[in-house]
């Protein structure tokens, strides 16, 4: 059998492994935003019990190792209590890229949040808007635009870093790769899981692109 024929046979587990990579990234990083919206208000706050908290998830999730605190979730909790085991290798992915994502975007969108000149704040209260109004009715629309930007960077990042999950034996294209090369005695393998990885990546990457033009704030 030629190389091309062992990597066009190679195709199809290595897509299947792309669909949980895909699915984990997507799912992490849309909990991840939606949990960092919160740590984000909440590190500006004007309570010093909540804004020290949320200080200190966001210090922790991005001052140890992912890879730690994967490996903690899967195999740590069980033996604190029987009751926190996770026996889904996907949902333990998927708390742990969650939790991890949503320090980093806490930090994302707390930028984007102060970048909004102060003046928007004073014109909103003049208006008789609460806090809560104002955040939510002008300062968060405004923000949005631009997150697009470095969200779209850390989408990126926690799509690659999703290699990690091979280490719980979750079958993402990562562990694919290894358990063909294992079984063929072949490194060729890994051809077509760089380029998988690639194409992904680029994908999204213009997607992302796409929508910064669209809310492009100089627009």
């Given at each position: 059998?030629?190389?091309?024929?062992?990597i066009?046979?190679?195709?199809p587990p290595?897509l299947q492994?792309?669909?949980?990579t895909?699915?984990?990234?997507?799912?992490?990083?849309?909990a991840?935003?939606?949990?960092?919206?919160?740590l984000?208000?909440?590190?500006?706050?004007?309570?010093?019990?909540?804004?020290?908290?949320?200080s200190g998830?966001?210090?922790?999730?991005?001052g140890?190792?992912?890879?730690?605190?994967?490996?903690?979730?899967?195999?740590?909790l069980p033996e604190i209590?029987?009751?926190?085991?996770i026996?889904?290798?996907?949902?333990?992915?998927?708390?742990?890229?969650?939790?991890?994502?949503?320090?980093?975007?806490?930090?994302?969108?707390?930028?984007?949040?102060?970048?909004?000149?102060?003046?928007?704040?004073?014109?909103?209260?003049?208006?008789?808007m609460?806090y809560?109004?104002?955040?939510?009715?002008?300062?968060?629309?405004q923000?949005?635009?631009?997150?697009?930007?470095?969200?779209?960077?850390?989408?990126?990042?926690?799509?690659?870093?999703?290699s990690?999950?091979?280490?719980?034996?979750?079958?993402?294209i990562?562990?694919?790769?290894?358990?063909?090369?294992?079984s063929?005695?072949?490194?060729?393998?890994y051809?077509?899981?760089?380029?998988?990885?690639?194409?992904i990546?680029?994908?999204?990457?213009?997607?992302?692109?796409k929508?910064?033009?669209?809310y492009?704030?100089?627009?």
């Amino acid at each position: 059998m030629s190389a091309l024929e062992k990597i066009v046979g190679w195709i199809p587990p290595l897509l299947q492994g792309a669909q949980v990579t895909i699915a984990l990234t997507l799912a992490s990083v849309s909990a991840g935003l939606v949990l960092s919206l919160f740590l984000a208000l909440g590190k500006m706050a004007k309570s010093p019990v909540i804004r020290r908290f949320c200080s200190g998830y966001i210090f922790f999730f991005r001052g140890t190792p992912l890879l730690m605190q994967l490996y903690f979730i899967y195999y740590g909790l069980p033996e604190i209590t029987p009751l926190l085991t996770i026996n889904n290798r996907f949902i333990a992915a998927f708390i742990a890229f969650a939790l991890n994502s949503a320090a980093y975007c806490a930090e994302i969108i707390r930028a984007a949040i102060q970048s909004i000149d102060k003046g928007q704040f004073e014109a909103s209260r003049a208006l008789g808007m609460s806090y809560p109004q104002t955040m939510r009715l002008v300062i968060i629309p405004q923000s949005i635009r631009r997150l697009i930007p470095p969200v779209g960077n850390e989408f990126i990042m926690v799509l690659k870093d999703a290699s990690l999950v091979s280490i719980i034996a979750l079958a993402d294209i990562t562990k694919v790769t290894r358990s063909i090369s294992s079984s063929t005695a072949s490194a060729l393998v890994y051809i077509p899981a760089m380029v998988l990885y690639l194409i992904i990546t680029a994908v999204f990457s213009l997607v992302f692109h796409k929508l910064e033009k669209k809310y492009s704030v100089y627009e």
